[in-house]
């Protein structure tokens, strides 16, 4: 069953906020393992593999600064914080993987949002798919105009500047010729509530999460503080 | 009735030296369709974008002189908001008109009457008879951004359809349709007019359009240098003086004529088969 478009949200700050109050380094181990399983439950462990892959550089950088250098907080510091970014990076990729822009829009309609706000943070969760794309067609047009784009790292670095430049550009053009688009459709209304054309329901699901991830964060802050 | 109203507009883009459009007046009535036609840069996508109320808001730039789109100024804050759903403008890149919130092509057309605020029976009939009327049914489910482009470019007039437009301002509508879709937007932007809606279409495609249009605007350096009938001007040499050029055919008899010059080759020009067959049979 899907979650309320919200739900996500709340699960991913909560997962944030407990990464850093749990007391290291059982507790961020302990999280990131949590997350793990959720994302296999819910057949999301390509999300966990592409965080995995992200953050192996940072990983081995960890391990080198507190554990094998002298002067480092030691291993179980490394492994602390190695477990916390895991544990958010895994899911953040599975909030971005699993959002669906329409049924975010609607469920922000439906309570009320200003439409432009709910746009906004749509437009922020798609840019890197998007700028994937465009940078993708951009490198095949440039490879078709004889651009060699592998090869040495320094015939990599001269591909740059030929990539980079149409892609900002293409990225500024968009943004106006978008907002054009927009507007033609409606979409600064003033006075008038979209329509939802779906709206999401909140089930009790969603409830129990969010209230019990709301209730894991202040346990946690009252464990760590009180 | 006028639809749209552009009284001696001059339209200049930031940091541009020359007038994209000089001293520009053009009236369209409602039912009328009228064919924007003129060489690159003449200034027929920025005559549609000033019409549409959208330049200089996003392009930047100076504008002078009166738009009126139903009486309505789109260009002023405090009256434009009176024109939305009013105006479909649809430019040359289909892709960037989408919403791109849209998992389904029904989704994709649905959002604009969404963003009206319109009842959801209403969405439902609106979004149905424009897919209907695109020949797009079978794409309803499909994600828009899985489309070719001339389905792409369909299920972008099926989004400005949904909204019931008074005034279509199309730039280039035909560029990426196949001869069958070509057809079937001829034959909706027809209907439209019919229904009492103004059409404005900008394109250089003069074999597409003879028979389409009432009326032809042939821009030139952003002033109007003919205003007329499409046929008396796509068979006369101001079309190539100050324009494109006409038909395949019209084309065809230019050079002819260049090679012999026999009078049935001369100006005014056939503009198409049947023309040049009752003009050439021995």
Redesign the interface.
């Known amino acids: 069953m899907t979650l309320h478009p919200f739900t996500p949200f709340v699960l991913v700050g909560g997962v944030a906020a407990l990464a850093f109050l749990l007391p290291p380094p059982v507790g961020p181990v302990a999280l990131y393992g949590g997350v793990l399983i959720a994302a296999l439950a819910a057949g999301m462990g390509g999300a966990a593999v592409a965080a995995g892959l992200v953050l192996l550089p940072l990983w081995g950088f960890l391990l080198l600064l507190h554990g094998i250098l002298p002067g480092g907080d030691g291993y179980p510091a490394a492994v602390a914080q190695g477990a916390r970014l895991g544990a958010v990076a895994t899911a953040s990729i599975m909030l971005l993987r699993g959002f669906?822009?329409?049924r975010?829009?609607d469920a922000a309609?439906s309570r009320g949002w200003s439409?432009s706000a709910a746009?906004l943070i749509?437009?922020t969760l798609?840019a890197a798919p998007?700028l994937r794309a465009r940078a993708a067609s951009i490198l095949e047009a440039q490879r078709a105009r004889g651009l060699r784009a592998g090869g040495s790292p320094w015939a990599r670095v001269r591909a740059l500047v030929p990539l980079s430049l149409p892609l900002v550009l293409a990225t500024l053009t968009?943004v106006?010729?978008?907002?054009?688009?927009?507007?033609?459709?409606?979409?600064r209304?003033?006075?008038?509530?979209?329509?939802?054309?779906d709206p999401p329901p909140t089930t009790g699901r969603d409830r129990s999460l969010r209230w019990g991830t709301l209730i894991l964060v202040l346990a946690a802050s009252v464990w760590r503080f009180g | 009735m006028s639809v749209l109203g552009l009284d001696t507009i001059t339209f200049r883009y930031p940091s541009a030296s020359a007038d994209a459009l000089a001293g520009v007046t053009l009236d369209v009535e409602a039912g009328e369709t009228c064919w924007l036609y003129g060489a690159p840069g003449a200034g027929a996508s920025t005559l549609l974008?000033v019409a549409?109320g959208?330049a200089p808001r996003?392009?930047g730039g100076s504008l002078s002189g009166q738009v009126r789109i139903l009486g309505v100024d789109p260009v002023e804050e405090s009256t434009r908001?009176d024109l939305?759903?009013q105006?479909?403008?649809i430019?040359t890149?289909s892709d960037?008109?989408?919403?791109?919130?849209?998992?389904t092509v029904r989704?994709e057309i649905?959002?604009?009457?969404?963003?009206?605020?319109?009842?959801?029976s209403r969405?439902d009939a609106a979004v149905g008879e424009a897919l209907e009327r695109l020949g797009i049914g079978h794409l309803a489910h499909r994600s828009p951004a899985a489309l070719s482009g001339g389905e792409q470019q369909r299920v972008v007039m099926a989004?400005?359809l949904a909204?019931s437009p008074a005034l279509w301002l199309l730039d280039e509508p035909d560029a990426a349709l196949d001869s069958a879709g070509k057809e079937i937007m001829a034959r909706v932007l027809r209907e439209e007019a019919g229904r009492g809606s103004a059409v404005v279409i900008a394109t250089g495609d003069a074999d597409a359009m003879l028979g389409r249009a009432g009326r032809i605007v042939l821009l030139d350096r952003g002033t109007i240098a003919f205003d007329g009938p499409p046929r008396q001007l796509l068979a006369d040499e101001l079309a190539w003086s100050r324009g494109p050029g006409g038909t395949s055919v019209a084309e065809l008899a230019r050079a002819a004529a260049r090679l012999n010059p026999d009078p049935r080759l001369m100006a005014p020009y056939p503009l198409d088969f049947d023309e040049a067959m009752a003009r050439w049979k021995p």
């Open positions: 669906k822009p329409s975010f829009l309609s439409l746009y749509v437009s798609q998007r968009e106006d010729d978008r907002a054009m688009a927009l507007e033609i459709r409606g979409f209304s003033p006075g008038v509530t979209r329509t939802p054309l | 974008m549409a959208l996003f392009t908001h939305r759903g105006v479909a403008w430019g890149a960037i008109q989408f919403s791109q919130v849209a998992e989704e649905a959002f604009g009457p969404a963003n009206l605020g319109q009842p959801m969405i989004s400005m909204m």
